[in-house]
């Protein structure tokens, strides 16, 4: 049974500091590469911090410097500090498998989403 559970997010001021968490089902998540999504209101879901199961790390310009992706796979989950958040950070963020960074292509492999997690930075 796939499972995807986000956790952590919360209201925080600007240049504050949050991490997230994801537990997932283990299977088909444990041999991916995994990553951060997030889509904010009337923009499209995008991909923000990826990790390979060998542990190379790669990141969107807008995030880079101040957001950290990590993995423990003996724990079935995936982590995301962000530090320094920016008012434009406020999305709902998701994890799930990250095969590619080409804008949308994550449809064409993935079909299940967790519920995802609110972060909102504001004053």
């Known amino acids: 049974q796939v499972q995807l559970v986000e956790s952590g997010g919360s209201l925080v001021q600007p240049g504050g500091s949050l991490e997230l968490s994801c537990v997932h089902s283990?299977?088909?998540?444990?041999?991916?590469?995994m990553g951060w999504y997030r889509q904010a209101p009337g923009k499209q879901r995008e991909l923000v911090a990826s990790m390979t199961k060998g542990g190379s790390k790669r990141y969107a310009d807008s995030v880079k410097g101040r957001f950290t992706i990590f993995r423990d796979d003996s724990k079935n989950k995936v982590y995301l500090q962000m530090n320094g958040l920016l008012p434009e950070d406020t999305a709902v963020y998701f994890c799930n498998r990250a095969e590619s960074w080409s804008p949308g292509a994550w449809t064409q492999y993935i079909d299940y989403w967790g519920q995802g997690t609110q972060v909102t930075v504001s004053s």
């Open positions: 283990g299977n088909i998540f444990t041999l991916s590469a």
